[in-house]
Nanobody, 125 residues
Framework: QLALVESGGGLVQPGGSLRLSCAAS????????IGWFRQAPGKEREGVAY????????IYEDSVKGRFTISRDNAKNTVYLQINSLKPEDTAIYYC??????????????????WGQGTQVTVSS
């Protein structure tokens, strides 16, 4: 399994941008697909973006399409989530998670074997 650590969260004004990082340690990072999830206060955790291990295929939930971009740098064992045009409703703790299951890549948290501790994103003026 991988160990994952998120960073890059913070307080940002509406319309601003952030780049979140998910740094992985452990063997075989290149074989894992990565998903980004978020959990807002009082709400369930939801998936937002995913990237496959092999061909870098990306999937986005409708709520973030056009504003979020997921990417990976296998040389640095890191996955990024670029978030633009931030809205107050993007306020949440953002988590990354790793799965060996490329075929089932998506919002089902049950397929992910490893999770980070999360990074807080707050969008407020």
């Amino acid at each position: 399994q991988l160990a994952l650590v998120e960073s890059g969260g913070g307080l940002v004004q509406p319309g601003g941008s952030l780049r979140l990082s998910c740094a992985a340690s452990g063997v075989g990072f290149v074989y894992y697909a990565i998903g980004w999830f978020r959990q807002a206060p009082g709400k369930e955790r939801e998936g937002v973006a995913y990237i496959s291990s092999d061909d870098g295929r990306t999937i986005y939930e409708d709520s973030v399409k056009g504003r979020f971009t997921i990417s990976r740098d296998n040389a640095k064992n890191t996955v990024y989530l670029q978030i633009n045009s931030l809205k107050p409703e993007d306020t949440a703790i953002y988590y990354c998670a790793a799965t060996i299951d490329d075929i089932g890549l998506g919002p089902d948290p049950a397929i992910y074997e490893s999770w980070g501790q999360g990074t807080q994103v707050t969008v407020s003026s």
